[in-house]
Structure formats: structure tokens, C-alpha cells
């Protein structure tokens, strides 16, 4: 008589996809009430993701073209809302401290950002050094090809970025923590344009900030 073979878990996969749904659904979440109160902040990640998007779509087919916009204008109008609009003093809502939620930050916190942006904007002065990047690029006259060069070092510069963080992470917390990290950072022009969608209408409307910043 055959031996009767053990029916195989099938509840552990799935309890592992929900803690990673979880764990997700948690990053994001913080990521919103602690750093996305202001409205303009609000308006400039729904402009980021929509031109982010846009980029998605480029990377197969003009990368350069694809870094230009992903860092000249996602990136810059994402950062400008953080830098330059969300309040930096006491989270009464949340009930936590500005220099609290910077601990916490599983991402880039505003510390680490100021040193991954001044990379970002001194990294053209390579190509003044050296035009072709000493051998990578193939040369190309004029302005556009400096620009064009100037996009191809933006996208590997992004991913470098957050590579660096994804593993960075694997020591100082965990592995799952830097891949759902990872999968944030890739999903959030998705995400956020969905979430902010409405938020350049409440703006105009005379609405400066989300009042229901901490209502899940």
C-alpha cells in the first residue's frame, strides 16, 4: 500500500502574503499622516506621480528622456512639498514630535534626503570634468547630448538610491522591511495619484490642510 503523502501548508504563503499586504498597507500609511498634512505638499505628490507615471512608461523607451522629467520634475516638485510646505513643528494629530517621525523614517528622512539631492544636483558636474564620463557615454555634441547624458546618470543614480536604502535596511531592520521599502518607493506615483487626486481642487477651494490627516 502507497504511503500517503502530507497535504502541503498552503495557509503559510498566504499568511506570508498578508503580512507583506500588512507590513505595506503600515509604511504607507505612516509615510501619509506623518509627512502629507499640507495640501500643497498634497497637490505636488499628485503633480510627481502623474509625471513619474509618465516616466514609467518613457524608461523602455527613452530612458534619458525618462530620468530628465523623473528628477527635473517628479522628484524636485515631490521634494519642494516636504522641504518647503509640511510643518515641521509638533504633529498635534499624530501626537508625535518632528525629530520623532525623523527617527522612525524607514525611507529617506529629510537629513538623508538633503545628501541624496545634493548628489542629484552636483552629478551634472561630472560630465563638465569629462564629457563622455570617462568612456561610458558615447560622445555627444551640443546641449542636448549633455542633457541626454545628464538623464542616463539620473536613472542610475534613482536606482542606485534605492538599492542603497532597500539593503541598507536588510541590516538595520530586517529583509521583509527593505522589500516591502522597495515596494513602496516603485508603487507610491500609483498610489499617491490616487490618493491625492482630489487634493489641487480642496486647495483651491481655500483648504491649506488635510483635517483628517490621522483618520485612517
Not at 69 to 81: E, F, K, N
Not at 189 to 216: C, V, W
Request: proline share 6%.
Amino acid at each position: 500500500m502507497m504511503a500517503t503523502l502530507p497535504k502541503p501548508d498552503l495557509s503559510k504563503p498566504k499568511a506570508k502574503v498578508a503580512e507583506f499586504r500588512a507590513q505595506l498597507d503600515e509604511q504607507r500609511w505612516d509615510d501619509h499622516r506623518y509627512y502629507h498634512h499640507c495640501l500643497i505638499n498634497q497637490s505636488l505628490h499628485f503633480l510627481s506621480a502623474s509625471t513619474f507615471i509618465g516616466a514609467y512608461v518613457l524608461l523602455f523607451k527613452d530612458p534619458a528622456l525618462a530620468g530628465l522629467l523623473g528628477w527635473g520634475v517628479a522628484m524636485t516638485s515631490r521634494q519642494a512639498g516636504h522641504f518647503f510646505f509640511e510643518p515641521k513643528g509638533y504633529d498635534v494629530e499624530n501626537q508625535a514630535t518632528h525629530q520623532y517621525k525623523e527617527e522612525i523614517k524607514v525611507g529617506y528622512n529629510l537629513a538623508r534626503k538633503i545628501v541624496f539631492m545634493t548628489l542629484w544636483a552636483l552629478s551634472p558636474l561630472l560630465l563638465v570634468l569629462n564629457p563622455t564620463l570617462w568612456g561610458v557615454f558615447a560622445p555627444l555634441p551640443g546641449p542636448i547630448g549633455f542633457l541626454r547624458h545628464v538623464g542616463l546618470m539620473w536613472v542610475v543614480l534613482g536606482a542606485g538610491g534605492l538599492l542603497f536604502r532597500t539593503f541598507q535596511l536588510f541590516f538595520i531592520r530586517d529583509v521583509p522591511t527593505g522589500i516591502v521599502w522597495a515596494t513602496k518607493i516603485i508603487t507610491d506615483p500609483f498610489n499617491d495619484f490616487k490618493q491625492y487626486k482630489s487634493a489641487p481642487m480642496r486647495l483651491l477651494k481655500g483648504e491649506r490642510y488635510d483635517a483628517a490627516i490621522a483618520m485612517r
